[in-house]
């Protein structure tokens, strides 16, 4: 392969933000997933009313209000939408979970589409954040001049920013401690006493909210328009399986894998469309639970 | 005598179909519908029945199945543009393409389990679409879809309005018969047994892994020939053929109208059709918002679809009686 250091960094750093995305997304997703046992089909979904409640709080009142209304208003969501609905399908099959996830995708989807029309939906960078970052200036080793649109870079940081943010809540606190007592064993914890169901439900708000924070700083760069929910979901929920579903550590490395592939695949078109489906494909050959997947989940 | 009768027992539902398929030219009109969507609903009767085989016989959920419907539809145009007019040749070589795909992805899809496999097989369809629009783009026709076919033909009967809609009509009585047949077989018994507990016909010896791919593989031939007999039906094949939205709808048609029943499937494909064509007159743009709240519901309160309201209807009639 033919390719310069220059080239070489900016690819590193378009996987990074290909994979803060999917990571941000997939994370909510393997967190629910994980606690809850159920898949969320309405995950894109949750993302989509993020973009449009971000770049309508945007338009309207700035981004410092977006930032600061958003993620909250989606961890609520999240909890109305537990408590009024999935917590009915959790003694029912996963296919039931499914299906009604699926369904709830469907109607968020068409009320946004009626709400706002199908088009996309100019989202204004704040001023802060416009422009490029001189990335010579940083990198020592790079010739010349090379440039990266600073807002990618924004995104990148948020990613790590909120990663490091929930290992710390389920590694450093105690309510953590329970939530990944629940990932092993529900069941022993309601034995032991342990409220689980309103674990559950914040839960469930947590991954909604990641959601939020996503849509907030991906939405200029995913576009805000009524097809990006399901767009973003199937690479995402790969990416869950790559990483080994309910694996959080899974999720990041299967997020950043993906991320890399597409963006150093890119200048070979063929190879861009299918490489997430061929890397998912060798994954489950060689390993079916997936790269840090738990021995007998789901397996 | 007593064949005769069991013969009559057995396939009463299927001598139903057949009456009110091949009778719906003369009422379905009358309903609003217009010709043409009948010939569509007959189509989709026979993606469901099959689709059915698979989610309502074994329980397996897949969310990829406009694969086989779009790869059989592009096999099918392009046979009928490139080697000849007449549509046996293109629906045999589209059915036997779209088969081996089935057997490829089964054989991928179905080392895991429920969640897995419908999440894969979704992958998989998403990737054949994006395939479609890129490396096959030479073929498909891209964005624009594949057009420019020639009239298809029955060896020398021309395929146009009526005679469209009973050779589909005909096609979906076949193969709803073939359906019945094979949910009373011993093997239809194992692909139920798998839903019920498949741990459980593992210990007793049976290679469950063997049915479950027949199953996939059987309800991958009836979306094949869906999807050759739309290309019949109208000459055109979109990428839309294979996205989610195609294999997300026949979920939908088989859920609203109740899984594992076979007729269900069916009444759910006709209600969904007749919404999207006939009722979305009046409801606009937001006809699948209203679909999708009906969706919902059925999924909350009634898993069982139509043929639980059905059901449920019926004894309450019958309980009636009897307590008089």
Redesign the interface.
């Given at each position: 392969m033919d390719m310069t250091l220059n080239a070489f960094t900016l690819s590193v750093l378009t996987g990074l933000q290909l994979g803060s995305i999917y990571v941000l997304i997939a994370l909510g997703l393997t967190l629910i997933f994980g606690t809850l046992g159920v898949?969320n089909f309405a995950h894109g979904a949750l993302y989509l009313i993020a973009i449009y409640l971000a770049v309508s709080i945007n338009n309207a009142l700035g981004f410092g209000l977006a930032l600061i209304l958003v993620p909250p208003i989606l961890f609520v969501i999240g909890v109305l939408l537990e408590r009024g609905?999935i917590q009915?399908f959790y003694n029912?099959?996963?296919?039931?979970q499914?299906?009604?996830t699926?369904?709830?995708a469907?109607?968020l989807q068409?009320?946004l589409?009626?709400i706002f029309g199908a088009n996309n939906i100019p989202f204004a960078i704040p001023s802060w954040g416009n422009g490029i970052i001189m990335l010579h200036d940083y990198l020592p080793f790079l010739e010349g001049f090379v440039v990266y649109p600073k807002w990618r870079m924004i995104l990148v940081v948020v990613a790590i920013v909120t990663v490091s943010a929930v290992f710390a809540l389920l590694h450093l606190t105690r309510f953590g401690l329970v939530i990944r007592a629940g990932m092993r064993d529900a069941e022993m914890l309601q034995f032991l006493g342990v409220n689980i169901n309103r674990r559950f439900m914040i839960v469930f708000g947590l991954g909604a909210m990641i959601a939020g924070i996503a849509g907030v700083f991906g939405g200029p760069v995913t576009q805000v328009s009524p097809e990006v929910g399901?767009q973003l979901l199937?690479p995402s929920?790969?990416i869950?399986?790559i990483g080994g579903?309910g694996s959080l550590g899974g999720a990041v490395l299967a997020g950043i894998l993906i991320g890399m592939a597409q963006s150093f695949t890119a200048p070979y078109?063929?190879l861009n469309?299918?490489i997430i489906?061929l890397i998912?494909?060798i994954i489950?050959?060689v390993r079916?639970r997936g790269l840090l997947g738990a021995k007998g989940v789901?397996? | 005598m007593i064949t005769q009768n069991n013969f009559w027992q057995h396939n009463k539902a299927v001598f139903i179909f057949a009456l009110v398929a091949l009778t719906m030219p003369l009422w379905f009109p009358l309903m609003g519908g217009y010709s043409g969507l009948d010939t569509k609903i007959m189509i989709f009767c026979i993606f469901v029945v099959g689709f059915d085989i698979l989610l309502g016989f074994t329980?397996y959920?897949s969310?990829g199945h406009a694969a086989f419907f779009g790869i059989s539809a592009y096999v099918t145009g392009i046979m009928l543009k490139s080697f000849s007019d007449n549509i046996i040749p293109a629906i045999i070589v589209a059915v036997a393409a779209a088969t081996l795909v089935a057997l490829i992805i089964g054989l991928?899809t179905l080392?895991?389990?429920?969640?897995?496999f419908?999440?894969?097989t979704?992958?998989?369809a998403?990737?054949f679409d994006?395939?479609a629009?890129?490396?096959l783009q030479r073929w498909t026709g891209g964005e624009n879809g594949l057009t420019g076919m020639p009239t298809p033909m029955l060896f020398d009967l021309k395929m146009q309005g009526d005679t469209v809609f009973y050779f589909c009509a005909i096609c979906a009585i076949i193969l709803f018969y073939l359906a019945k047949r094979i949910e009373r077989s011993p093997v239809g018994l194992m692909m139920k047994a798998i839903k019920c507990n498949q741990t459980r016909l593992e210990y007793t010896g049976i290679n469950a892994r063997k049915y479950k791919l027949l199953a996939f593989v059987l309800s991958a031939m009836y979306a094949a020939i869906a999807g050759a007999l739309m290309v019949v039906y109208e000459p055109f094949v979109g990428h839309e053929f294979l996205g989610?939205h195609q294999s997300?709808e026949v979920?939908?048609m088989s859920?609203i109208g109740g899984v594992g029943t076979l007729v269900g499937p069916m009444l759910g494909a006709a209600f969904m059709l007749y919404f999207e064509n006939v009722m979305s007159v009046d409801l606009g743009?937001?006809w699948?918002?209203v679909?999708?709240?009906i969706?919902?519901a059925v999924?909350?309160f009634m898993?069982g679809g139509f043929m639980e309201a059905i059901a449920r209807l019926k004894k309450r009639f019958f309980t009636t009686i009897d307590g008089e």
């Open positions: 898949v609905l009915r029912r099959p996963h296919t039931d499914i299906l009604v699926f369904g709830l469907i109607v068409e009320l589409k009626w399901m199937v929920f790969l869950v399986v579903m078109i063929y469309t299918i489906y998912t494909v489950l050959l079916p789901f397996e | 329980g959920l969310f991928l080392k895991r389990t429920g969640i897995y419908s999440i894969l979704l992958a998989f998403e990737m994006s395939m629009m890129s490396m989610w997300g979920v939908i859920v743009e937001q699948l918002l679909l999708g709240v969706f919902m999924v909350i898993p």
